[in-house]
């Protein structure tokens, strides 16, 4: 049973596909909710996000952020956020680290 909200990707799967051609590896994303799309194209795997979905341990975010906070930090996806415009401070902070340490990145 999925609990709480669940926030689908249905039919958006071109839109983190096409942001991905335009990245390298080594770029960061983050983003609102339905983000199960980039949670996969930066390199987790399918069964980890149903089994966050499910509220399972092995799930990205140890079954405790559901559909709106996935996370998969070795491939440089800092998740969703479930707040209108929170996600914006987060991404400008990442992009500031990248600028700080000398990397090219964006995020």
Known sequence: KIRGFLHLYN???AVCTGIER????EDHIITAYRDHGYQITRGDTPNSVM?????????CAKG???SMHMYHKKGGFYGGNGIVG???PVGAGLAYAMKYQGKPNCA
């Open 86 to 88: 929170a996600q914006v």
């Open 22 to 25: 335009g990245l390298t590896r």
């Open 11 to 13: 039919g958006q799967e």
């Open 51 to 59: 089994a966050e979905l499910f509220g399972k341990e092995t799930g």
């Open 64 to 66: 405790k952020g559901g």
